[in-house]
T-cell receptor, first 111, second 113 residues
Framework: DAKTTQPPSMDCAEGRAANLPCNHSTISGNEYVYWYRQIHSQGPQYIIHGLKNNETNEMASLIITEDRKSSTLILPHATLRDTAVYYCIVSPWFGNEKLTFGTGTRLTIIP | EAQVTQNPRYLITVTGKKLTVTCSQNMNHEYMSWYRQDPGLGLRQIYYSMNVEVTDKGDVPEGYKVSRKEKRNFPLILESPSPNQTSLYFC????????????FGNGTRLTVT
């Protein structure tokens, strides 16, 4: 599976958009980009996934560059409840059997 | 409410005393998996199941057993727990084993003394 690189930590002001980058320069054509987050010691929560097109749902937007080597998760109006560790994961669409969670980005929303 | 339920939430036990952590999902998901989370090591997969009666080892299966006799349940069994199995455990399920849209339980914090 392709590896990902994320900044270890970021801050964002409450009410602003939080933009979390992820580098996955070795991604292959059959691999999805997934984003999860984990609030304190709760179970990780699925946010969004994409293959090559930009995606949006009620939680966030995912912007994938045209060459697919990097992506950005956007939380449009961050709240204090968005403080969490965010994981960017790349995994093939078939035969993957698991997601490999790295160390993620610790996002802190500042009041 | 669609959910993955783990029990117990907290468990303190002694070395060698067999225990089972239960996991149940009510979403008719085919795929289920167990992870453990340790400081500095992140989430690591223990076992997974692509469907009923189909289970396979993940990255750290030693000291654990699982079974998948019915679709909704995927218990994690520690036949002879040891202190190095002290960890935070998560069960997860997904509609299928192809697209990894995982739903996680709330975790079981296990301490083995």
């Amino acid at each position: 599976d392709a590896k990902t690189t994320q900044p270890p930590s970021m801050d964002c002001a409450e009410g602003r958009a939080a933009n979390l980058p992820c580098n996955h320069s070795t991604i292959s054509g059959n691999e999805y980009v997934y984003w999860y987050r984990q609030i304190h010691s709760q179970g990780p929560q699925y946010i969004i996934h994409g293959l090559k097109n930009n995606e949006t749902n009620e939680m966030a937007s995912l912007i994938i560059t045209e060459d697919r080597k990097s992506s950005t998760l956007i939380l449009p109006h961050a709240t204090l409840r968005d403080t969490a560790v965010y994981y960017c994961i790349v995994s093939p669409w078939f035969g993957n059997e698991k997601l490999t969670f790295g160390t993620g980005t610790r996002l802190t929303i500042i009041p | 409410e669609a959910q993955v339920t783990q029990n117990p939430r907290y468990l303190i036990t002694v070395t060698g005393k067999k225990l089972t952590v239960t996991c149940s999902q009510n979403m008719n998901h085919e795929y289920m998996s167990w992870y453990r989370q340790d400081p500095g090591l992140g989430l690591r997969q223990i076992y997974y199941s692509m469907n009923v009666e189909v289970t396979d080892k993940g990255d750290v299966p030693e000291g654990y057993k699982v079974s998948r006799k019915e679709k909704r349940n995927f218990p994690l069994i520690l036949e002879s727990p040891s202190p190095n199995q002290t960890s935070l455990y998560f069960c997860a399920s997904s509609p299928s084993g192809t697209l990894m849209v995982l739903h996680f339980g709330n975790g079981t914090r296990l301490t083995v003394t």
